[in-house]
């Protein structure tokens, strides 16, 4: 039953949905409320003053001010509800009742000639309920309460066929709404499409960054414990060996880790004792400073500084290295200096991901840079600052 009653709440949800769906549409309805306002509280002052203007002794006086004093204290109340909740549907359909009611009752307010002749007053207040109806309602709604409105104007001129002005305007200005409505929905349909566009590159993006830091994180761990294994780097059981795979292995673990809000601070001193003392045979010289950072960005940092270390041991010739710090609380420029053998920068292969992808791509994908500076002969600077 519950799989039955399921898409039944669904197409009466898809029903209810409230019709302004975009940025446009309610950017259109937000200006609608504000011409219908003009259109109320203008025509009330303007048609007061051409009815009293165009009274004779013909017209009863006492029904002339109670018609126009009520005309513009609904007005008012118009405004003050429009101004305050929008052009909801009772406000509008409440309008064209009470215009209706006043072109109903025309015979008695305005002169039998002018009424002849189409320029009695009344007819303009009627065109400002129709367009308010149809700036304000869906068309299956505006065009049939606009359809009340001009009867009423019929009926109140003695002949339906003086309404025919009304007609064509009640047309007119349904077909110029529905164009605009169109295209303000276009509007948003193709701005959402863009935006669903962008969040897709986005996401991709984020994929691909975290891609890349998993296969940084291989690369500095497991893959360098086997390329050690394989270079015979350790005869027999060694206990270096099986520190190395333990923190091979706590990388691992982490990398399926989703923290959740703000990363706490923490000191970046321990780690990177723990990437010197990780370098087995290379004598680490470290001069460090009190340094606190957010506990991704420390990892990553470290990651970066014994991945620069390893490559002093594996590639530049020398047994010693100096790491430096400086910084505080939120920052930290560190520094990998050996006197090795160097190398030209500009000329490591594209295969070589070491550098390019655990150095200066981890320290780029955290916020922060990272500067190799080296010559064949002269050694190798490696620099990792966080923030950028």
């Known amino acids: 039953m519950g799989g039955r009653l399921r898409p039944a709440a669904e197409r009466r949800r898809r029903v209810r949905r409230p019709p302004l769906t975009g940025p446009s549409d309610q950017a259109l309805h937000r200006l609608a409320g504000w011409y219908a306002i003009a259109l109320r509280l203008g025509g009330a002052v303007l048609f007061t003053g051409v009815a009293v203007l165009a009274a004779t002794r013909a017209i009863s006086g006492w029904w002339l001010a109670l018609t126009l004093t009520g005309l513009c204290l609904w007005s008012a109340f118009f405004t003050w509800r429009v101004r305050r909740a929008g052009l909801t549907l009772a406000v509008v359909l409440v309008d064209a009742a009470v215009i209706a ?81 169109g295209g303000a929905r276009q509007a948003d349909a193709i701005v959402a499409a863009g935006l669903e566009t962008e969040r897709q590159l986005r996401a991709e993006e984020a994929r691909r960054a975290d891609e890349r830091d998993q296969h940084r994180q291989l690369h500095d761990t497991v893959l360098s414990t086997l390329t050690m294994v394989a270079a015979g780097a350790f005869d027999g059981p060694s206990a270096g060996l099986a520190a190395q795979a333990a923190r091979d292995l706590r990388v691992l673990q982490r990398l399926g880790d989703t923290p959740d809000g703000p990363a706490p601070l923490t000191d970046l001193r321990p780690q990177l004792e723990q990437a010197a003392a990780s370098t087995g045979e290379l004598a680490v010289q470290l001069q460090l400073v009190p340094v606190t950072l957010p506990s991704p960005v420390a990892d990553q940092l470290a990651a970066c500084v014994g991945e620069a270390l390893r490559n002093v041991e594996r590639h530049a010739g020398t047994s010693q290295a100096e790491v430096t710090v400086t910084g505080g609380t939120g920052w930290a420029i560190v520094k990998i200096i050996d006197h090795g053998r160097g190398f030209d920068p500009a000329a490591t292969p594209p295969s070589r991901r070491g550098i390019r992808e655990s150095i200066t791509g981890r320290m780029v994908a955290a916020g922060g840079e990272a500067a190799i500076a080296s010559r064949p002969g002269t050694g190798t600077t490696v620099t990792v600052s966080w923030p950028a």
Do not use: K, S
Request: with cysteine.
């Open 101 to 181: 009611g006043l072109v109903l009752a025309q015979q008695h307010l305005v002169v039998a000639a002018l009424i002849a002749d189409d320029t009695t007053w009344m007819l303009p207040l009627a065109c400002t309920a129709v367009y308010i109806l149809q700036i304000a309602l869906r068309p299956w709604l505006g065009v049939p309460a606009a359809a009340v409105v001009v009867v009423a104007y019929g009926l109140g001129t003695g002949h339906l066929t003086d309404a025919w002005l009304l007609i064509v305007e009640t047309i007119v200005a349904a077909g110029l709404v529905a164009v605009i409505r």
